[in-house]
């Protein structure tokens, strides 16, 4: 018969735990190595106050015999209910060391009310989107609607998953997708089919363009606007921006559209930057103002003297609402080369409080450079 001190070393990474128990505890864990997993389960529900000790215990247990216990022992009402079977569960699937697990639904409901933004969460299910694409979708979805955008964590897990999904089954995916979905979530599921074919996708978009569904409309519009840009057709695809409707997905694609855009700008600057500076001022494109300034900066860069008169030719002609950007460029142009007094006249054409207050910050900490 073993020792009590041969039992204790038993159990990875807790022998200094369980010497301080008492010997009724050990002879619980003692018990649960001998039984089989479904009785070990059984008096797990009934010995409430060893329920930690007993589930560290099989857990070893199944770690030996490559977890194929770990279905039937998640799907145990008593064992999901534990905090400590949530830790240690998310430990071993962010190691990706589930064995031959094939049922991820009683994993996922006793992740209900788990910390949606955990670290260990999203780690967990990240290396399971491979396998169960369409239940982690469907999970991570749960608290999302219309098109309220995710939390950036779990934004990612169920862009990831959706893409799976579609790869692997691209019927059922989109079947589902019509029925309740976002205009993001088009977006991914026409990108993903992009990836493997682009006839497809361009199939897709041009089925989707005219829809009903408003947001798959939108959602293949956005894939359509990056499609564009991507290509070099930068005031193209900002036209198709203009068709989305107002609110949250028009929102965060202009933003990603603008951020995209750098590198088109610079070579529409470099190949004719007059021809680019007047096309952005005719106004009506979506993020227009970021063109203008980003444009205007690459230009003074490739060449200052050239993009001084043209702005010097055209100040008097350009309304306010777009001069303040001109100004904003050339206030922090000043700043940074310490002329403070000129950095400020071109400051006080700004109109926007936000760039106002950007410009400001920028012009303080050049004063404040130049006092040392």
């Known amino acids: 018969m073993k020792r009590s001190d041969d039992l204790e070393t038993d159990v990875d990474g807790r022998s200094a735990i369980l010497r301080k128990n008492t010997l009724k505890v050990q002879f619980v864990l003692r018990l649960f190595r001998q039984l089989h997993l479904e009785n070990g389960l059984a008096l797990a529900s009934m010995k409430e106050g060893h329920r930690s000790y007993a589930v560290s215990a099989l857990f070893d247990r199944m770690a030996r015999n490559n977890w194929k216990d770990i279905d039937l022992f998640l799907s145990n009402e008593v064992v999901v209910e534990s905090s400590l079977v949530l830790e240690m569960s998310l430990e071993v699937f962010a190691r990706g060391e589930f064995g031959s697990y094939s049922n991820i639904s009683p994993y996922l409901e006793s992740l209900r009310s788990y910390d949606a933004y955990s670290g260990l969460l999203v780690s967990s299910l990240q290396r399971l989107v491979p396998i169960f694409a369409e239940d982690i979708y469907h999970f991570s979805s749960e608290e999302y609607s219309g098109d309220e955008l995710p939390n950036r964590k779990m934004g990612e897990v169920r862009a990831e998953a959706l893409r799976h999904w579609v790869k692997a089954d691209s019927e059922r995916a989109l079947s589902y997708l019509e029925g309740s979905a976002s205009a993001q979530d088009f977006q991914t599921a026409i990108q993903a089919i992009n990836s493997i074919s682009q006839r497809d996708a361009r199939t897709l978009l041009s089925q989707y363009e005219d829809s009903e569904n408003q947001a798959a409309r939108d959602g293949a519009l956005g894939v359509k606007a990056l499609f564009l840009l991507a290509e070099g057709s930068l005031f193209e695809g900002a036209e198709v921006l203009g068709e989305l409707r107002e609110g949250g997905y028009r929102d965060y694609l202009a933003d990603n559209f603008a951020s995209a855009s750098r590198a088109v700008v610079e070579k529409l600057i470099s190949?004719?930057?007059?021809?680019?500076?007047?096309?952005?001022?005719?106004?009506?494109?979506?993020?227009?103002?970021?063109?203008?300034?980003?444009?205007?900066?690459?230009?003074?860069?490739?060449?200052?003297?050239?993009?001084?008169?043209?702005?010097?030719?055209?100040?008097?002609?350009?309304?306010?609402?777009?001069?303040?950007?001109?100004?904003?460029?050339?206030?922090?142009?000043?700043?940074?080369?310490?002329?403070?007094?000129?950095?400020?006249?071109?400051?006080?054409?700004?109109?926007?409080?936000?760039?106002?207050?950007?410009?400001?910050?920028?012009i303080s900490k050049a004063e404040a450079s130049t006092q040392y």
């Open 271 to 362: 190949d004719d930057p007059e021809k680019f500076m007047e096309e952005v001022l005719k106004g009506g494109l979506e993020r227009s103002s970021l063109w203008m300034t980003d444009g205007l900066e690459a230009w003074i860069e490739k060449d200052a003297e050239k993009a001084a008169d043209w702005v010097s030719s055209r100040m008097s002609t350009i309304a306010p609402e777009n001069t303040q950007y001109i100004a904003a460029v050339y206030a922090k142009e000043a700043a940074s080369q310490g002329d403070i007094a000129l950095a400020q006249q071109w400051a006080d054409r700004i109109l926007d409080t936000d760039t106002a207050a950007e410009i400001q910050e920028v």
